[in-house]
């Protein structure tokens, strides 16, 4: 069985049973594997909580952390539940409808140990398990993944301090839907005097829609949440 390093992967989910059956078995697969793992479900009802309440039941290497919301309040809200809990420095994220590649958090980690101590986060490379032409789009063009000039990670696929996160008060929980929150708190970190690098080697492969009106509807959530980080930091 793979050895364990100090890091807590954070995992929000929201009616999203089947898919999030397939990351947790994704991560039981990693090289090495996390010491900590925390899922928090926000208040689904799909059968995501029986599933969780199995998956507590299981022995495994690693420690599992399980909070199951009575109110839907948003992956931001998730994650910072998330954060409170944690009991490691290093706090990997990733999605619901994603899987982790088999070495995922040894890359994502590599560069955080023993680095300059503004370095607050490391970001991957994101790919798709589904060949169709809208899933292609989304890699070909990396729209889930840091751009050049890192202004931010996109919490689909990065690992953050604690300490920062904790510094700047986590995420904004005014950003109720997924969108935005990921460019917002690296926005504030960035203003702290915080840097971050990328790890192309550390994959996750994304479940990205094949729905035209899903595709739609996700670029009007960026494109709000978005708005609504650049705003956030021109009032700060």
Same mark, same amino acid.
């Given at each position: 069985?793979?050895?364990?390093?100090?890091?807590?992967?954070? !995992?929000?989910?929201? @009616?999203? =049973?089947?898919?999030?059956?397939?990351?947790?078995?994704?991560?039981?697969?990693?090289?090495?594997?996390?010491?900590?793992?925390?899922?928090?479900?926000?208040?689904?009802?799909?059968?995501?909580?029986?599933?969780?309440?199995?998956?507590?039941?299981?022995?495994?290497? $690693?420690?599992?952390?399980?909070?199951?919301? /009575?109110?839907? +309040?948003?992956?931001?809200?998730?994650?910072?539940?998330? !954060?409170?809990?944690?009991? @490691? /420095?290093?706090? &990997?994220?990733?999605?619901?409808?994603?899987?982790?590649?088999? *070495?995922?958090?040894?890359? !994502?980690?590599?560069?955080?140990?023993?680095?300059? /101590?503004?370095? &607050?986060?490391?970001?991957?490379?994101?790919?798709?398990?589904?060949?169709?032409?809208?899933?292609?789009? *989304?890699?070909?063009?990396?729209?889930?993944?840091?751009?050049? @000039?890192?202004?931010?990670?996109?919490?689909?696929?990065?690992?953050?301090?604690?300490?920062?996160?904790?510094?700047?008060? #986590?995420?904004?929980?005014?950003?109720?839907?997924?969108?935005?929150?990921?460019?917002?708190?690296?926005?504030?970190?960035?203003?702290? #005097?915080?840097?971050?690098?990328? /790890?192309?080697?550390? =994959? =996750? $492969?994304?479940?990205?829609?094949?729905?035209?009106?899903?595709?739609? +509807?996700?670029?009007?959530?960026? #494109?709000?949440?978005?708005?609504?980080?650049?705003?956030? @930091?021109?009032?700060?």
């Amino acid at each position: 069985m793979s050895k364990t390093i100090p890091v807590s992967i954070i !995992i929000p989910t929201y @009616n999203r =049973v089947q898919k999030l059956f397939k990351l947790l078995k994704s991560i039981n697969n990693l090289t090495p594997l996390p010491n900590e793992v925390i899922v928090i479900d926000d208040n689904s009802i799909d059968g995501t909580k029986e599933l969780l309440k199995k998956w507590k039941t299981v022995l495994c290497k $690693y420690n599992k952390r399980l909070l199951l919301k /009575e109110k839907n +309040k948003g992956p931001a809200d998730s994650r910072n539940e998330g !954060i409170k809990i944690s009991k @490691n /420095e290093l706090i &990997a994220f990733t999605d619901d409808d994603a899987i982790v590649d088999k *070495y995922w958090l040894m890359y !994502i980690t590599s560069k955080l140990h023993s680095c300059h /101590e503004m370095l &607050a986060g490391v970001g991957g490379s994101v790919k798709s398990i589904n060949n169709d032409i809208l899933s292609q789009y *989304y890699v070909e063009h990396r729209i889930l993944e840091a751009p050049k @000039n890192l202004n931010y990670l996109p919490t689909v696929n990065c690992c953050l301090k604690k300490s920062a996160l904790l510094e700047i008060g #986590g995420f904004k929980t005014s950003f109720s839907f997924a969108g935005g929150e990921d460019t917002d708190i690296c926005l504030r970190l960035r203003k702290k #005097g915080y840097y971050f690098l990328k /790890e192309r080697k550390a =994959v =996750v $492969y994304h479940d990205f829609s094949s729905n035209f009106l899903d595709f739609c +509807k996700m670029w009007i959530r960026y #494109g709000k949440g978005t708005q609504m980080a650049i705003s956030n @930091n021109q009032r700060m």
